[in-house]
């Protein structure tokens, strides 16, 4: 599938999709994208090393993952990342919000999203990035 | 009164007949007396000092003596006499006939302390009975038994009333309860005291004299004096005196041994407790056990003991404490537990081991027995506890798992279609056909999923049994990877399908075997590797293979990769997006169609799994149903040839 390209802003909002499942990246690019509200795609990882690699290379505003990756898991990574910088807005984007993956998250300052508000991504981005 | 002649040659005589006697009884007597005494389990008789008894008996005779007045003159020479020799613990104080006033005021005893509520019941019992009867009483000095014997006026009554018409009084005899119970009154005896007159009764005055004329057993032993000539005065003391001297010493020497068996039988019963205790205090059979042996052969002075498990010729050695001497003796005890034997204690000692020895192993043997049974089952229920422990936390895992399994599909099956809804006019062509064959390869890999959640959850043997027919086995197998090669993207399907292989199989298990194959081997190889199908015929029937070239499947993971949930132990495997029911599913699936898993794998090689099917319903192949192991025997060839 092509993707629409966006017009670069540099005030948009910079997002990192992290997803081992190649068509659920490309959903929520386009779900990101198409709300076009300042939001901007600018990277994706499959898994929590390539994130790292990509997040040193460049810092996004926010950062959008899955839970459950091969290697690490979405909060194995968002701890290393608020480790290096505590500032870092994160949002875990899970299948099962189950109390302990919510409060671990909370813990860690991370906000939860479930799979199935899916269309409620934009938003919770834009929650985070202005928190 | 009769004339008598040559009273005190015939006293002497008697005398010495009945010390003989009374002497002779209390030295034979013995063994019986002990028998006796242990199965009454009187405790009393061992416990009570002589001294004490001599001095209770002595503070009562004087009390008596007082009250029955001048009668009581003999029975004071005799107890001065015999206050000389501390072993003689009872003497028998008889005064003369106690008879209630002529004026008929009633057979009231002259002082309160023998005016007790039991001595008067006593009393009118053997007044009414006409037959012996003995009362315990309290004196300020302690308890005592007294023995009445009824004196009638007349020749023996017929019936109560008569006699206690006739009623003349009693004779009293005092005699220390210790001594009394013990040869008399026995708590298991059969019967109550058995001071009986036998024989006729003189007519007359029915004088102690006559009394005493008749022969009288005291129980239970066979101390039977028979036709007693009565002397009157003090040879009547003298004579009854020796008699229960006799029953006295005869007890006397029972109670000595009784006492010493007694104190063995306290140690070893402190033995017994002990040992119990310390069974209790633990149920590690490396620390308790040692200590319930060691205290066990300590406390019996053993040389070895050692604990077998097990029945039979199975018996393992559990524990060996102590060492092992030359001669001695051996013992075998089993340990039973609920009627099973669980075990054997052997005991090995210097000396001979007495049947109270004995008898005190069983009980340990019991305590041991009962010790390694708790121990056993604390042991079980440990390990069920932890299996139980980590099902649920596998469990959890799956949980998690299928949450995510089934979400991820749905979610990019109902995105996608969203998107080609909002942006249908915006989309080329190509990229509307790109969008519905993502959902429809979303659709296909959820429809596996929840075919494998359902064959999880159902009951395979309750449900139809599968019927194999035959069929050309490149068939399902060439559709189903077709299906599903979308989804294997990341990874080169190789296929090499023999179209001539006729297996007798369901294609519906061809289905659920391959697809959880292929997803196996997807998931542990690596992106871009190859994964190669096979159609080829062996010998027994048709192959169908799938390999990987991924790391393999690792050592520790072998017997437990086709458990319930179990996903691998390796970091590589911990990451990957699985449930951990694939292999049970094909496992189920291989015993319903009859087929056996070959599994071959090699670190840095691959894995190969190559099932094998039947090529005809009456030619089943051999371990069907199995999984079994190979080595890759050959170096590794193409798959489908």
Same mark, same amino acid.
């Given at each position: 599938?092509?993707?629409?390209?966006? $017009?670069?802003?540099?005030?948009?909002?910079? #997002?990192? %999709?992290? !997803?081992?499942?190649?068509?659920?990246? +490309?959903? *929520?690019?386009?779900?990101?994208?198409?709300?076009?509200?300042?939001?901007?795609?600018?990277?994706?990882?499959?898994?929590?090393?390539?994130?790292?690699? $990509?997040?040193?290379?460049?810092?996004?505003? #926010?950062? %959008?993952? !899955?839970?459950?990756?091969?290697?690490? +898991?979405? *909060?194995?990574?968002?701890?290393?990342?608020?480790?290096?910088?505590?500032?870092?807005?994160?949002?875990?984007?899970?299948?099962?919000?189950?109390?302990?993956?919510?409060?671990?998250?909370?813990?860690?300052?991370?906000?939860?999203?479930?799979?199935?508000?899916?269309?409620?991504?934009?938003?919770?981005?834009?929650?985070?990035?202005?928190? | 009164?009769?004339?008598?002649?040559?009273?005190?040659?015939?006293?002497?005589?008697?005398?010495?007949?009945?010390?003989?006697?009374?002497?002779?009884?209390?030295?034979?007597?013995?063994?019986?007396?002990?028998?006796?005494?242990?199965?009454?389990?009187?405790?009393?008789?061992?416990?009570?000092?002589?001294?004490?008894?001599?001095?209770?008996?002595?503070?009562?005779?004087?009390?008596?003596?007082?009250?029955?007045?001048?009668?009581?003159?003999?029975?004071?020479?005799?107890?001065?006499?015999?206050?000389?020799?501390?072993?003689?613990?009872?003497?028998?104080?008889?005064?003369?006939?106690?008879?209630?006033?002529?004026?008929?005021?009633?057979?009231?005893?002259?002082?309160?302390?023998?005016?007790?509520?039991?001595?008067?019941?006593?009393?009118?019992?053997?007044?009414?009975?006409?037959?012996?009867?003995?009362?315990?009483?309290?004196?300020?000095?302690?308890?005592?038994?007294?023995?009445?014997?009824?004196?009638?006026?007349?020749?023996?009554?017929?019936?109560?009333?008569?006699?206690?018409?006739?009623?003349?009084?009693?004779?009293?005899?005092?005699?220390?309860?210790?001594?009394?119970?013990?040869?008399?009154?026995?708590?298991?005896?059969?019967?109550?005291?058995?001071?009986?007159?036998?024989?006729?009764?003189?007519?007359?005055?029915?004088?102690?004299?006559?009394?005493?004329?008749?022969?009288?057993?005291?129980?239970?032993?066979?101390?039977?004096?028979?036709?007693?000539?009565?002397?009157?005065?003090?040879?009547?003391?003298?004579?009854?005196?020796?008699?229960?001297?006799?029953?006295?010493?005869?007890?006397?020497?029972?109670?000595?041994?009784?006492?010493?068996?007694?104190?063995?039988?306290?140690?070893?019963?402190?033995?017994?407790?002990?040992?119990?205790?310390?069974?209790?205090?633990?149920?590690?059979?490396?620390?308790?056990?040692?200590?319930?042996?060691?205290?066990?052969?300590?406390?019996?002075?053993?040389?070895?003991?050692?604990?077998?498990?097990?029945?039979?010729?199975?018996?393992?050695?559990?524990?060996?404490?102590?060492?092992?001497?030359?001669?001695?003796?051996?013992?075998?005890?089993?340990?039973?537990?609920?009627?099973?034997?669980?075990?054997?204690?052997?005991?090995?000692?210097?000396?001979?081991?007495?049947?109270?020895?004995?008898?005190?192993?069983?009980?340990?043997?019991?305590?041991?027995?009962?010790?390694?049974?708790?121990?056993?089952?604390?042991?079980?229920?440990?390990?069920?506890?932890?299996?139980?422990?980590?099902?649920?936390?596998?469990?959890?895992?799956?949980?998690?798992?299928?949450?995510?399994?089934?979400?991820?599909?749905?979610?990019?099956?109902?995105?996608?279609?969203?998107?080609?809804?909002?942006?249908?006019?915006?989309?080329?062509?190509?990229?509307?056909?790109?969008?519905?064959?993502?959902?429809?390869?979303?659709?296909?890999?959820?429809?596996?999923?929840?075919?494998?959640?359902?064959?999880?959850?159902?009951?395979?043997?309750?449900?139809?049994?599968?019927?194999?027919?035959?069929?050309?086995?490149?068939?399902?197998?060439?559709?189903?990877?077709?299906?599903?090669?979308?989804?294997?993207?990341?990874?080169?399907?190789?296929?090499?399908?023999?179209?001539?292989?006729?297996?007798?199989?369901?294609?519906?298990?061809?289905?659920?075997?391959?697809?959880?194959?292929?997803?196996?081997?997807?998931?542990?190889?690596?992106?871009?590797?190859?994964?190669?199908?096979?159609?080829?015929?062996?010998?027994?029937?048709?192959?169908?293979?799938?390999?990987?070239?991924?790391?393999?499947?690792?050592?520790?993971?072998?017997?437990?990769?086709?458990?319930?949930?179990?996903?691998?132990?390796?970091?590589?495997?911990?990451?990957?997006?699985?449930?951990?029911?694939?292999?049970?599913?094909?496992?189920?699936?291989?015993?319903?169609?009859?087929?056996?898993?070959?599994?071959?794998?090699?670190?840095?090689?691959?894995?190969?799994?190559?099932?094998?099917?039947?090529?005809?319903?009456?030619?089943?192949?051999?371990?069907?149903?199995?999984?079994?192991?190979?080595?890759?025997?050959?170096?590794?060839?193409?798959?489908?040839?």
């Amino acid at each position: 599938m092509e993707q629409r390209t966006v $017009r670069a802003d540099p005030t948009d909002v910079r #997002v990192m %999709v992290v !997803d081992d499942e190649h068509d659920m990246r +490309t959903l *929520l690019r386009m779900l990101i994208d198409e709300a076009n509200h300042g939001l901007r795609v600018t990277d994706e990882a499959a898994d929590g090393e390539e994130a790292l690699d $990509r997040w040193h290379r460049e810092r996004p505003t #926010v950062i %959008v993952l !899955d839970n459950r990756m091969p290697g690490m +898991t979405g *909060l194995e990574l968002a701890a290393q990342i608020r480790q290096l910088d505590p500032d870092q807005r994160i949002v875990l984007f899970t299948a099962y919000a189950d109390p302990a993956t919510v409060g671990s998250a909370a813990q860690l300052g991370v906000s939860c999203l479930a799979k199935t508000e899916i269309d409620k991504v934009p938003d919770s981005i834009w929650a985070a990035a202005r928190s | 009164m009769t004339p008598w002649g040559g009273r005190r040659a015939q006293a002497g005589v008697l005398l010495a007949l009945l010390a003989a006697v009374g002497v002779g009884f209390a030295m034979d007597s013995r063994e019986s007396d002990r028998a006796q005494l242990r199965q009454d389990g009187v405790r009393t008789a061992a416990e009570q000092s002589v001294a004490d008894q001599a001095g209770r008996v002595a503070a009562a005779a004087a009390t008596v003596q007082r009250a029955l007045g001048a009668g009581g003159t003999a029975a004071r020479e005799a107890a001065a006499k015999d206050r000389s020799e501390p072993a003689l613990a009872s003497r028998l104080l008889v005064g003369p006939a106690f008879r209630p006033a002529a004026a008929g005021a009633g057979s009231e005893f002259p002082t309160a302390a023998l005016a007790a509520p039991g001595l008067r019941a006593a009393a009118s019992t053997a007044t009414d009975t006409g037959a012996p009867t003995a009362a315990a009483v309290s004196l300020p000095t302690g308890t005592i038994v007294v023995v009445l014997w009824p004196l009638y006026e007349r020749t023996a009554p017929l019936n109560t009333a008569q006699r206690r018409g006739d009623a003349d009084g009693w004779l009293l005899a005092l005699v220390p309860t210790s001594v009394f119970e013990a040869a008399v009154r026995a708590p298991l005896a059969p019967v109550e005291p058995r001071l009986r007159l036998l024989g006729p009764r003189e007519s007359g005055t029915g004088s102690v004299d006559d009394v005493l004329k008749e022969a009288f057993t005291v129980a239970p032993g066979p101390l039977t004096v028979d036709r007693l000539v009565i002397f009157g005065g003090p040879a009547v003391l003298f004579v009854l005196g020796i008699l229960i001297v006799g029953l006295a010493v005869r007890g006397q020497r029972g109670k000595e041994a009784l006492a010493g068996e007694l104190a063995a039988a306290e140690q070893q019963l402190t033995l017994l407790g002990d040992l119990g205790a310390t069974a209790q205090s633990g149920l590690d059979v490396s620390l308790t056990l040692p200590a319930v042996l060691t205290q066990l052969q300590q406390g019996l002075g053993l040389s070895q003991l050692v604990v077998r498990s097990g029945g039979g010729e199975d018996a393992v050695e559990v524990l060996v404490v102590g060492e092992r001497v030359t001669g001695g003796t051996g013992l075998s005890l089993p340990l039973y537990r609920a009627l099973r034997t669980v075990g054997v204690l052997e005991v090995f000692s210097r000396h001979p081991v007495s049947s109270a020895q004995e008898r005190t192993l069983r009980s340990a043997a019991d305590i041991i027995a009962g010790f390694l049974h708790n121990s056993e089952l604390f042991e079980r229920e440990q390990l069920a506890v932890a299996r139980l422990r980590n099902l649920d936390r596998l469990k959890d895992d799956f949980l998690g798992t299928v949450s995510h399994e089934l979400r991820t599909p749905l979610t990019i099956i109902v995105g996608f279609l969203a998107m080609l809804k909002s942006r249908w006019t915006k989309m080329s062509e190509d990229e509307r056909i790109a969008a519905f064959d993502t959902v429809s390869n979303h659709a296909t890999a959820l429809t596996a999923l929840v075919n494998d959640l359902l064959d999880f959850v159902t009951d395979r043997r309750t449900v139809d049994q599968v019927q194999p027919v035959p069929m050309v086995l490149a068939e399902p197998v060439g559709d189903i990877v077709e299906r599903f090669r979308p989804l294997f993207a990341d990874h080169s399907l190789v296929v090499a399908l023999d179209p001539t292989v006729v297996a007798s199989t369901d294609t519906r298990a061809i289905e659920r075997i391959l697809t959880n194959l292929l997803s196996n081997a997807a998931k542990y190889s690596p992106a871009q590797s190859v994964i190669e199908v096979g159609v080829r015929s062996v010998g027994e029937g048709a192959a169908l293979v799938v390999r990987d070239h991924g790391a393999g499947i690792a050592p520790e993971d072998q017997q437990l990769i086709f458990e319930r949930f179990y996903r691998g132990s390796t970091d590589a495997a911990r990451g990957t997006r699985g449930t951990g029911i694939g292999l049970t599913i094909v496992k189920t699936w291989l015993e319903l169609v009859g087929a056996r898993l070959e599994v071959r794998s090699a670190a840095g090689v691959g894995t190969e799994m190559t099932v094998v099917f039947p090529a005809d319903v009456a030619d089943p192949v051999q371990e069907a149903g199995q999984i079994v192991w190979r080595e890759f025997s050959e170096p590794l060839r193409s798959v489908g040839r």
